[in-house]
Structure formats: C-alpha cells, structure tokens
C-alpha cells in the first residue's frame, strides 16, 4: 500500500523558517495537501494541489511539491504555528496521510 | 458558515455494531462528496471511507472493507457510516469531512469529531 512519510518532528525559532516533507513514491504526480491540527481540535487545510492556500489561510504557509518530494514551508513562524501537521495525497481511489509531525516553535 | 457535528459515538463491544451521523449545514450538500476519517488516541490520521454526491459510488480503507458502510441523505443533509463487527483497533475519534474521492482540493472542512470506544 502507498505510504507517506514525514519526520516526527521539527523545531523551529519564532521568526525562522520550518520546512517539513512529506516523501512516497512518485509523490510529485499526484496532488498533495497539508493539515494542521493543534491539540484537541480537528484539522484544518492550510494547503491544496500542492501549493495553493484556502481562504484565511495566511500567506506565511507555503507548499511545492516536486520528485518524490511534497514540502510545506512555514515562513517567519509565530507561536500560533505549534502544531501537528499532516500531508495528504490520494493513490488510486484511497486517501492516504502522512505519518504526521509536530512542530514546535521554542 | 459551514458546519458539520457527528454524533452516535459510544462505548461497544468487540463484535457489536453502531451507526454514526454527520448533520452538515451552511452549504448545498449534494454539490460535494463526503468523508469519513477517523483518529485513534494519541494516533495519527487515518482515512476510512468516502462517497460521491449521489452515493452511488463508494470506496473503502481495507481496514474497514466489509465492516462498514458509508451511506447519505441529501434531502436531510446527512452523512452516516454503519459500523459492524467492530473490533478494539476501531477505538478513535470518527470525523465526517468535505472531500470527494481524488479530488485535489482536499477536506476543507471538518466536525469536531465523535469517539468510539470497542471495549468488553
């Protein structure tokens, strides 16, 4: 079965930059998204079709998605950032997530 | 504002079957496919099934192929998934998402969730 994988974790400075990956086979054929879910609350999208923000979204969050390879980077991080995130692709006809990774911003 | 609650979550026995709801409102229902995801404790997330706008096309986690069943109600804006045999591994919070089958546009909206617990 098609598999995601995402480091556990990342820490990143307020004010820096996270960058997380997501990486399966032939990734960058297929459409990735991003969720964030911080604790006791369901996910939000902050990422579609690899690269494009929903409404409310801010603009620090990006995505690209290329190879094997999906990123989402996070730019000047704020504390509101902390979160787990989670990528997300389909392959044929079942959803398929990200192992999941938490960001802490210290 | 697009709202969606599911409900019909408890504790059951291994073995036993339940049926959860998800009342969605703020938006035309039938003009999206619907989800089912689900997250165990402390778990990452774990897709379990989606359905078109219609219901006539269904697919399956294999975990879940042939114990559960998504369904819909679009004249009640309503969403629901018939669990059967259900086993302690099937213990998570059962969110209902909007999203269709492949559809790059990702679950944009989401419930907050009800527990199941399988537990003797």
């Known amino acids: 079965s098609y598999e995601l994988i995402q480091p556990p974790s990342v820490s990143v400075s307020p004010g820096q930059t996270a960058s997380i990956t997501c990486s399966g086979d032939?990734?960058?054929?297929?459409?990735a998204c991003w969720y964030q879910q911080k604790p006791g609350q369901s996910p939000v999208l902050v990422i579609y079709q690899d690269s494009k923000r929903p409404s409310g979204i801010p603009e620090r969050f990006s995505g690209s998605n290329s190879g094997n390879t999906a990123t989402l980077t996070i730019s000047e991080t704020q504390a509101m950032d902390e979160a787990d995130y989670y990528c997300q692709a389909w392959d044929r006809g079942t959803a398929v997530f990200g192992t999941g990774t938490k960001v802490t911003v210290l | 504002e697009v709202q969606l609650v599911e409900s019909g979550g408890g504790v059951i026995r291994p073995g036993g079957s339940l049926r959860l709801s998800c009342a969605a409102s703020g938006f035309i229902f039938d003009d999206y496919g619907m989800t089912w995801v689900r997250q165990g404790p402390g778990r990452g997330l774990e897709w379990v099934s989606s359905i078109n706008w219609n219901g006539d096309s269904t697919h399956y986690a294999d975990s879940v192929k042939g114990r559960f069943t998504i369904s819909r109600d679009n004249a009640k804006n309503s969403l629901y998934l018939q669990m059967n045999s259900l086993r302690a591994e099937d213990t998570a919070f059962y969110h209902c998402?909007?999203?269709?089958?492949?559809?790059?546009?990702?679950?944009?909206?989401w419930g907050q969730g009800t527990l199941v617990t399988v537990s003797s």
């Open positions: 032939k990734l960058g054929d297929k459409y």
């Open positions: 998402a909007r999203g269709t089958v492949g559809g790059s546009l990702g679950f944009d909206s």
